[in-house]
C-alpha cells in the first residue's frame, strides 16, 4: 500500500446561515519528533471561539501541543510501537449563541509498505528500468546482488534507477535491494528477485555464474591525479577516456575504497608515507580492468631561524629580516611574511628569497610554502624594535 506524506483530510460542518464549512487541514500521515501546523480553513468568524484536543484513548501522554485561534502546533513525540495508532485532532467551534460544532481529523504514524516494480526476467547486456513505489524518502539506496550481475547506471531519481545487466547465463538469478529512508531515522527495505533468460514460478536459490572471468584493455587508459601531495590533503583522481557504461572501483590501500567514476581522497602521510592506488573496470559484458597509480605523501619541514641585519636598528632605517636554515630543514619556493603590531594582524607579504626589509617595529612571524603548495607554518619569529638616537 502507498501513503503519501501530506495527504488532506476533512471534517465539515455547516454553519445556520450559510452553510460555511470548515476543515482541518495537515498531514495525515506524521514521523516520530516531528513538529506539524493544523489549520482550519476557512478562519473562523470574529465572534466564533476554539477549542482544540487530541486524544487516542491515551492522551496526553502521547505528544505535546499548543493552540492558538485557529491553528495548533503538535510535536509528535511518543508515539507508540503499537500496530496502526490512531490519533485524532478536534476543534470544537463555538459560536456567541452558544452554537457548538465539531471537526476532526485521523492522523497515523508514517508507514511504507515499499514494492519494487520492473522486469523480472532479464536478458545479457541490456538496460532495465526499476522502480520504487514510494517517491518522498529521504534518502534511498539500491543494490544488487551479486555486485557483479549488474551495474546501476542510471539514477535521475532516488525512487526510480536503470540497470545494465551483465553477461548473464540461462537460469541465473540474482536480486535487487533499496532501503529507503524515512523520518530521518526509520528504514524500510524492500527486495525483488529476478531470474535471467527463464520464466518460472518457482524461485529456487541458485549461484550467480558468470562463466569465467574475462579481461579487456584500453589503449589510452590514464589515470588522473597528481603524484606528490602534502600530508593531508584532497587528492581528486578522475579517468580518461570516461565511459558511461563503466563501473569503477578505487582501492586506496588505507582501508578506504570508492566506486565514483571521480573519487576525491585525503591521505594522512603519518598513516602511509606513499600509497599505491589500484583501480578495477568493469564493463558492460562484465570483464575486467586493472590499473595502478603510485601516491607520495609527505610532510614538509623546514629548520631555520629569523635574525635581524643589525640588532638595535634606529628610528628611521630600514632593517633586514634574515632567514637562516640549519639542519636538514627543505628550502621553501615561497617565504610568507606576516607582520603584527600589538597582537593585530598588519599585512601579509611574500619574497622568492630568504630575507625582507623593514622599517616598521612589530612581531615579524615566518611560514614557507613549497613547489606543491605544502605549507609549513609557524617557522620562526622575530620582535623589531627601533631605538631613538
Known amino acids: 500500500m502507498l501513503f503519501k506524506v501530506g495527504a488532506m483530510d476533512s471534517a465539515k460542518f455547516a454553519s445556520e446561515k450559510n452553510e460555511l464549512r470548515y476543515t482541518i487541514v495537515g498531514a495525515t500521515e506524521v514521523c516520530l519528533g516531528t513538529q506539524l501546523t493544523y ?8 465572534d466564533e471561539s476554539v477549542n482544540w484536543t487530541i486524544s487516542n484513548g491515551i492522551f496526553p501522554e502521547m505528544m505535546a501541543f499548543t493552540a492558538t485561534g485557529n491553528k495548533v502546533n503538535v510535536i509528535w513525540t511518543n508515539i507508540q510501537r503499537q500496530k496502526n495508532p490512531i490519533f485524532e485532532i478536534t ?16 492522523v497515523k504514524e508514517i508507514d511504507i509498505s515499499p514494492i519494487i516494480s520492473g522486469s523480472l526476467e532479464v536478458f545479457s547486456n541490456t538496460f532495465q528500468q526499476y522502480s520504487i513505489n514510494y517517491s518522498e524518502g529521504e534518502k534511498y539506496e539500491w543494490k544488487i546482488i551479486p555486485p557483479h550481475a549488474g551495474s546501476i547506471v542510471n539514477y ?26 524515512k523520518c530521518s531515522r526509520r528504514f524500510y527495505t524492500a527486495t525483488s528477485i529476478l531470474i535471467t533468460n527463464e520464466n518460472s514460478s518457482t ?20 589515470i588522473i591525479a597528481k603524484k606528490k601531495n602534502c600530508s593531508g590533503s584532497a587528492v581528486q ?12 572501483y578505487w582501492d586506496f590501500n588505507d582501508r578506504a575504497t570508492s566506486t565514483l567514476p571521480n573519487p576525491v581522497r585525503n591521505f594522512d602521510a603519518s598513516v602511509s608515507r606513499s600509497s599505491t592506488v589500484e583501480l578495477t573496470i568493469t564493463n558492460a559484458n562484465g570483464c575486467t580492468l586493472k590499473k595502478q597509480v603510485f601516491i607520495e605523501n609527505y610532510d614538509f619541514e623546514m629548520n631555520g631561524q629569523l635574525s635581524l641585519s643589525s640588532p638595535l636598528p634606529k628610528m628611521g632605517e630600514t632593517v633586514q629580516l634574515l632567514y637562516t636554515p640549519f639542519g636538514m630543514g627543505a628550502a621553501p619556493e615561497l617565504f610568507i611574511w606576516h607582520h603584527y603590531q600589538q597582537g593585530k ?6 619574497t622568492t628569497q630568504s630575507y625582507s626589509s623593514t622599517n616598521e617595529p612589530g612581531l615579524y612571524v615566518l611560514d614557507g610554502k613549497d613547489q606543491n603548495g605544502c605549507i609549513q607554518y609557524y617557522i620562526d619569529s622575530i620582535e623589531v624594535v627601533f631605538v631613538k638616537e
Do not use: M
Open 39 to 46: 489549520k482550519i480553513h476557512p478562519v473562523p468568524k470574529s
Open 91 to 106: 476543534a470544537t467551534i463555538e459560536n456567541r449563541k452558544s452554537k457548538t460544532n465539531n471537526i476532526s481529523l485521523k
Open 156 to 181: 535521475p531519481q532516488g525512487h526510480q534507477v536503470e540497470i545494465l545487466w551483465h553477461n548473464v547465463t540461462e537460469k541465473a538469478e540474482a536480486e535487487i535491494h533499496v532501503r529507503i529512508q
Open 203 to 222: 524461485l529456487e536459490k541458485k549461484e550467480f555464474d558468470l562463466g569465467d572471468s574475462c579481461e579487456f584493455e584500453i589503449p589510452s587508459l590514464e
Open 237 to 248: 583522481f578522475s579517468v580518461e577516456p570516461p565511459h558511461p557504461s563503466y563501473t569503477y
Open 345 to 350: 594582524l598588519v599585512k601579509t607579504f611574500t
